[in-house]
């Protein structure tokens, strides 16, 4: 049942996230000069990493810096720009994924560790 939950926060985790990319793509066409949102990775099996907590970490990184970038890192005119309120709608239901994510993630491990004493 928790893979199941996983699986289905990880496609809503990279929907948002692909709606972010459109949007952040958007911003960046209109205003070349500007700092441009930070990127953000999908999830997902196709990825095949070595070591899944270090790309959960990667992931966790990228969404704190897109944060620090929605909250006070963009310029007045790219908060202006039609496509900020859906980057920053995308942004909102990619950190509420994340979280979701992590949830189920830290309550995996406590489960794992319950069974080992």
């Given at each position: 049942?928790m893979?199941?939950?996983?699986?289905?926060?990880?496609?809503?985790y990279?929907?948002?996230?692909?709606e972010?990319?459109?949007?952040?793509?958007?911003?960046?066409?209109?205003?070349?000069?500007?700092?441009?949102?930070?990127?953000i990775?999908r999830?997902?099996?196709?990825?095949?990493?070595?070591?899944?907590?270090?790309?959960?970490?990667?992931?966790?990184?990228?969404?704190?810096?897109?944060e620090?970038?929605v909250?006070?890192g963009?310029?007045?005119?790219?908060?202006r720009?039609?496509?900020?309120?859906?980057?920053?709608g995308?942004?909102?239901?990619?950190?509420?994924?994340?979280h979701?994510?992590?949830?189920?993630?830290?309550?995996?491990a406590?489960?794992?560790?319950?069974g080992?004493s």
């Open positions: 049942m893979r199941l939950r996983l699986r289905v926060m990880v496609a809503g990279n929907q948002a996230v692909a972010y990319t459109l949007a952040r793509l958007e911003i960046s066409a209109a205003h070349p000069r500007i700092v441009a949102p930070p990127v990775d999830l997902g099996a196709f990825q095949r990493a070595r070591d899944p907590a270090a790309a959960w970490r990667a992931a966790i990184r990228q969404v704190r810096s897109g620090a970038y909250r006070t963009a310029s007045a005119v790219a908060r720009h039609p496509a900020w309120s859906r980057l920053t995308a942004f909102g239901a990619l950190r509420e994924y994340a979701g994510i992590e949830v189920l993630h830290t309550m995996a406590g489960r794992r560790r319950k080992r």
